[in-house]
């Protein structure tokens, strides 16, 4: 029989159960606690929202996932997160497009466009602005007829830098320092042309293409006469996807990890939307990019670092210490892609990753074995693998960081199986002779070909 224990020594407040009465003053424990202590309409809520959602990703994915980014456009972790789950889920998300963009995501095709909203310095009122004007006179074809057609104060300079860097304007014209250069001229140019109009003076070349009537001549013509800087060369792709990130709070683009996301499945390393999921005191390896360094020398004069972790799900801070950072320090730079391994800690409600190993991905390399399908499950075969791969894994395994990938079957069927962390080798070219010897077709591949 349940036992009958007072609200008030539990320290508890009533719970409330459709469709049960009693009186809220006590609660029922061995085992009536579990049906008692939530409020059944909400299960029922709870369930057949998660149907309707889970009914739009499996049929809507594209809409669904706009939707999903919009609502939380104000969070940059999580807007990162869910452009991560769109690119696992095949689906691309587009740079802002100056003619196209709306004020939220937009599910276009198979494709979601980015927001002007998620624009840094970008208000709401110049974007009313330029949708207000493109959709009464059509898109803009360039930066000249953009600075001429807006008004200038609702769509400030600011906002004109923000929308170049971060890609708005490429399908007018994709050399962004180009633009750059061109803008202070533009825009001095256009203000002088709203100046004109106010007072009724139309420009000498609007007034010749316009035969001579100021009245009639187009509202788009003259835009060929704007003032141009001299022609540079646009900027390197990293700086362009530095400035992307610092506009959008992430890279919408490219990303630097983005090349390596498909050949890194096979190494299995873990995301930092997921960080904190992971066990403690298991050793675990993610590949990431550096996105900043802050060296921190300890009252011993040692050398350390805090550095902040990024990929295509999200960022985490990680520490490394000095016992590591002796080590492998000259990997610890900024803008760096890296294969880490360590382990999570969790302190004060927070997680973050201890390194104790890191490697540039241009140097990360595996060791593929191929086995025949029929021997893949011999006992005996597996114990001669078994027993060369611990022989290469040095005087120490705990360092022995290269991961060894099973082949299994032909070109047509082929699967691949990535042995456990305790079957890593220390030397790839090593392990590869090694088991060349015992007779297996084995070689080392990069994680990214030249």
Same mark, same amino acid.
């Given at each position: ?82 452009? =991560? ?85 490429? $399908? ?49 013509? =003259? ?25 959008? =709070? ?50 011993? =004069? ?123 080798? $220390? ?24």
């Amino acid at each position: 029989m349940a036992k009958i224990v007072s609200r008030q020594s539990l320290g508890v407040q009533p719970v409330y159960d459709i469709g049960v009465a009693r009186d809220h003053n006590f609660l029922l424990t061995d085992g009536q606690v579990a049906s008692n202590c939530f409020n059944k309409s909400h299960s029922t809520a709870y369930g057949f929202v998660t149907f309707q959602t889970a009914y739009l990703k499996a049929n809507y994915p594209v809409e669904y996932m706009a939707a999903l980014l919009t609502s939380n456009s104000g969070d940059q972790d999580k807007v990162q997160m869910h452009i =991560g789950n769109c690119i696992a889920m095949g689906i691309e998300v587009l740079p802002p497009d100056i003619n196209r963009s709306l004020v939220d995501f937009t599910p276009e095709g198979k494709s979601i466009l980015f927001g002007l909203s998620a624009v840094r310095n970008v208000g709401l009122g110049a974007i009313e602005c330029i949708l207000k004007n493109r959709e009464a006179d059509g898109p803009f074809k360039s930066l000249a007829e953009l600075c001429d057609r807006v008004d200038l104060h609702a769509v400030n300079r600011r906002a004109l830098e923000s929308l170049i860097l971060a890609g708005a304007l490429d $399908k007018i014209d994709p050399n962004r320092n180009q633009l750059m250069q061109d803008l202070e001229l533009v825009i001095d140019w256009a203000q002088g042309r709203a100046k004109d109009r106010e007072i009724g003076q139309g420009n000498l070349f609007d007034m010749m293409l316009g035969g001579g009537d100021t009245q009639a001549a187009s509202p788009t013509s =003259g835009y060929e006469t704007a003032p141009k800087a001299p022609l540079v060369a646009d900027f390197e792709a990293q700086e362009k996807l530095r400035q992307e990130k610092e506009l959008l =709070g992430f890279y919408i683009s490219d990303h630097p990890l983005k090349s390596v996301q498909r050949s890194a499945r096979v190494l299995a390393p873990i995301n930092l939307a997921e960080l904190h999921e992971q066990p403690d005191n298991v050793t675990l390896s993610a590949i990431v990019i550096l996105a900043s360094v802050k060296p921190v020398v300890t009252k011993k =004069g040692d050398r350390m670092a805090i550095v902040q972790l990024e990929d295509l799900t999200g960022q985490s801070e990680a520490v490394v210490f000095p016992k590591s950072f002796e080590r492998i320090g000259q990997h610890i730079v900024a803008d760096k892609r890296l294969m880490i391994w360590g382990k999570v800690d969790r302190r004060d409600d927070r997680v973050q990753f201890i390194i104790d190993d890191a490697e540039s991905i241009e140097d990360v390399r595996m060791v593929m074995v191929e086995l025949d399908p029929r021997l893949a499950g011999d006992i005996e075969q597996q114990h001669r693998l078994r027993n060369v791969i611990r022989n290469n894994q040095g005087d120490d395994p705990k360092y022995a960081r290269v991961p060894v990938i099973a082949v299994i079957g032909g070109n047509q069927q082929r699967q691949f199986v990535r042995l456990g962390a305790q079957f890593r080798v $220390k030397d790839p070219e090593a392990a590869v002779n090694a088991l060349v010897k015992a007779d297996f077709k084995a070689k080392a591949t990069p994680l990214i070909s030249a």
